[in-house]
């Protein structure tokens, strides 16, 4: 009778899940994540934005999960020697991506400012991470992958925030001062769903 009950459950958290994934609605690419696959369990995907000119952009979503999100704007894949790769600190601040000013604003449907951040890539209101993709030594010639992960942040902490399933969210990006170029990807995406 136990095991009856367990696959009962099993069955409803996938339809749960299933549904959920279906409500989403707008601009972007959804993803649902398997448990412990990624750091999150959700994410959508905004596609490539310009950071070497001027460029407005706003998207609009509603359907998303309920769960905590953050902002990511994902630069790379970036190539580095080993010297490199062990003075991440200074690669970021010579990154031409780096240099480009930003106004990122994320609005509820009756107006509430989610997330509000406006300024240079390199300065403090940003946090960088990293993740690298291959291992030293990657390949013949000594370099490795890297993927830079670029969160806001608002008084010195990352900016997290609630979505509801129910609600429609505007997003809006400038680039207001372009870098003088670029020369990696940079995808908008938002996360969520964080793995406790």
Same mark, same amino acid.
């Given at each position: ?7 009962? +459950? ?8 299933? =549904?959920?994934? !279906?409500? %989403? #609605?707008?601009? *972007? @690419? ?13 994410? +959508? ?8 000119? =001027?460029?407005? !952009?706003? %998207? #609009?979503?509603? *359907? @998303? ?13 970036? +190539? ?10 200074k690669v ?5 991506? *780096? ?43 000594g370099t ?53």
């Open positions: 009778m136990k095991k009856i009950g367990v696959w009962w +459950v099993l069955v409803l958290v996938l339809l749960v899940s299933y =549904i959920g994934c !279906r409500k %989403y #609605q707008g601009d *972007g @690419a959804f993803r649902k994540y398997r448990i412990f696959s990624n750091h999150c369990q959700y994410e +959508v995907d905004f596609g490539q934005i310009t950071l070497d000119r =001027i460029d407005n !952009r706003t %998207y #609009q979503f509603s *359907g @998303a999960p309920s769960s905590e999100y953050w902002l990511c704007l994902r630069i790379g894949p970036v +190539v580095l020697n080993r010297s490199q790769a062990e003075n991440l600190d970021v601040l010579e990154m031409p991506e *780096g240099k480009a000013e930003l106004s990122l604003s994320l609005f509820g449907s009756m107006g509430t400012v989610l997330v509000q951040v406006h300024s240079q890539l390199s300065s403090p209101s940003w946090h960088w991470s990293e993740t690298r993709i291959t291992n030293f030594p990657p390949q013949a010639d490795a992958q890297f993927y830079f992960n670029v969160y806001p942040k608002v008084d010195n902490s990352d900016v997290f925030f609630k979505l509801r399933a129910g609600e429609r969210y505007t997003m809006r990006i400038a680039t207001l001062n372009p870098s003088q170029n670029q020369e990696h990807e940079v995808e908008l995406l938002l996360q969520g769903g964080f793995w406790k």
